[in-house]
């Protein structure tokens, strides 16, 4: 729902605007002021601007100006009160003596998800100020976080922030300390080369001048996962080291090390847990190598991986990280569980990935659910004369941005020892299997054969005489079924045929010599 009134002549214009809304959450905006046009500028005058967003509430504290001339733009003093915080600005902007000034108070942190972003809480301040003096020009911002912490760590666990930039003509400086990712603080500094002008405005950074900067990392992966919203990804471990970065950021020349001790990683939805995870990770030159990187399964297994990633920006950072998996068994849960050997090497760069590989699987038990999950109805019910009420979720936002490509060409050998059972079945499968297309539209071909078993129908024991599952690269994969169970009776054998597409299989029954189906039944 959206309104807007306007009233005035070419002289003086008086306007405002409401918008309500459910954008998963319930919006509101009001703004109200009036604007005037004069032969050497134009001035807005706005009494009035209140946005809210859940229980977030963004609130104009004081009417304000706006004057904007063909060269200079000024304002009074901005002053917004955001939910407990406050932003406070204010402008005076002609090439001869610019002021920008920017300043956050005590903004909680806790807003960030009513906008789509992680559930953190803390609160944020920060100093933003730019102007010019003795025609060079100066800018400055200080950042500092206080108690951030999110409900995924420890209680009283929290995490600290101060960064800090100075930008003159030529050079960018940067430096950041955060204390609470692990026992001793991560601080990082970095040089950059600059061109800052003011008239005509550019600030760019030079890609070929030379740079410097190191960095002490000290982080506790328990602590860095809910930070960048991998909340069912569970890491722990610590990762410490420093780096040396010199060069150019065109061609950067890295040195130093980071090492990983003790860690451990676990999807709780897929039930892989991977225990004494160890690497270590290098800096040479213009690549970042991977080297001894290793973890434990839990039971008997291991996998082993090394790579590069060249730091090349104009190459989209283009890496190669090879896996080796040595009797692993990555799986820890009821229903399916099996070991892994053999190779994978994933090639590529920001814009694709390539996985390509061979993987020998044996023994793999699987066990098929007792009853499938029920389907649930979605009714569709309104209320009449009720506002639509939010999500208690917001959706995940939609990535604009280029898609990230997976191409796939994978073997997969079953050489046998594939127990699959459940539902009165009890069986052994071998073949192969081929993986190949990309993540969107993924080609699995191949076949898988049985090898012994038998299935419990109708009250009878049917022995598994044929047996063919073959998958032929649909997408998504809809494999034939042609499987036949047989059970000696009086005087015939019965058969039970399950033939067709997984999508639309067809249950036959006969014997042997054939009688009609009703006398088999």
């Not at 932003?87 to 903004?107: C, D, I, K, T, Y």
């Not at 800090?164 to 950059?192: F, I």
């Not at 569980?337 to 020998?360: C, H, I, K, M, Y």
């Not at 998958?471 to 000696?488: Q, S």
Request: hydrophobic share 35%.
């Amino acid at each position: 729902k959206a309104q807007a009134n306007l009233q005035g002549n070419s002289e003086k214009l008086d306007f405002s605007s409401s918008i309500e809304a459910n954008l998963n959450q319930p919006f509101f905006l009001k703004t109200t002021g009036s604007a005037r046009v004069g032969p050497a500028a134009k001035e807005v005058h706005l009494t009035e601007f209140f946005v809210q967003r859940g229980s977030v509430e963004i609130n104009l504290e004081s009417p304000v100006d706006f004057i904007l001339s063909d060269k200079s733009l000024e304002t009074s003093p901005i002053k917004f009160r955001v939910d407990e915080g406050r932003v406070l600005a204010q402008v005076q902007w002609n090439p001869q003596n610019p002021m920008v000034s920017v300043e956050m108070r005590n903004l909680p942190l806790a807003i960030m998800k009513h906008f789509g972003g992680p559930s953190l809480e803390g609160r944020l301040s920060s100093q933003a100020h730019l102007k010019q003096s003795g025609g060079m020009p100066r800018a400055t911002m200080a950042l500092q976080i206080q108690d951030l912490r999110s409900d995924a760590w420890p209680p009283n666990k929290t995490l600290s922030v101060d960064a800090s930039a100075r930008a003159g003509s030529e050079t960018l400086q940067v430096d950041v300390v955060m204390h609470g990712l692990a026992p001793e603080a991560t601080r990082a500094n970095l040089s950059l080369p600059l061109r800052f002008r003011i008239d005509p405005l550019e600030m760019r950074l030079l890609r070929n001048q030379p740079m410097s900067g190191t960095a002490f990392l000290a982080i506790a992966l328990d602590q860095l996962g809910p930070l960048l919203g991998l909340d069912e990804h569970k890491t722990q471990g610590l990762m410490q080291g420093k780096l040396n970065i010199r060069g150019s950021l065109d061609r950067p020349d890295l040195s130093g090390s980071v090492h990983l001790d003790e860690g451990r990683y676990e999807h709780e939805d897929l039930g892989v847990v991977l225990e004494k995870i160890s690497a270590v990770l290098e800096g040479e030159r213009d690549q970042l190598r991977l080297r001894e990187l290793k973890a434990f399964d839990g039971k008997s297994g291991w996998i082993y991986a090394d790579g590069t990633c060249r730091l090349d920006p104009n190459g989209g950072f283009p890496y190669e990280v090879t896996v080796r998996f040595q009797e692993t068994s990555p799986l820890h849960r009821d229903d399916i569980t099996g070991n892994l050997d053999g190779t994978v090497t994933a090639q590529g760069s920001l814009q694709e990935t390539s996985l390509r590989g061979a993987l020998r699987v044996r023994p793999l038990r699987i066990i098929l659910p007792e009853r499938l999950p029920p389907t649930v109805v979605d009714l569709e019910v309104e209320e009449i004369g009720a506002r639509p009420s939010p999500s208690l979720r917001p959706k995940k936002r939609e990535s604009r941005g280029p898609s990230h490509r997976v191409s796939f060409d994978l073997s997969i050998d079953l050489p046998g020892m594939i127990s699959v059972s459940g539902w009165g079945l009890e069986s052994e499968w071998k073949g192969a299997l081929k993986i190949q297309g990309d993540a969107s539209h993924p080609l699995l071909t191949g076949r898988v054969e049985v090898t012994r078993g038998h299935l419990d129908f109708l009250k009878k024991r049917f022995r598994l005489t044929e047996g063919q599952v073959v998958f032929y690269g649909e997408v998504p994969p809809d494999p034939v079924f042609n499987i036949l169970g047989e059970t000696p009776l009086r005087d015939m054998t019965a058969q039970v045929r399950i033939s067709g597409r997984a999508s639309n299989p067809e249950l036959t029954i006969d014997s042997r010599p054939p009688r009609p189906q009703d006398e088999v039944l």
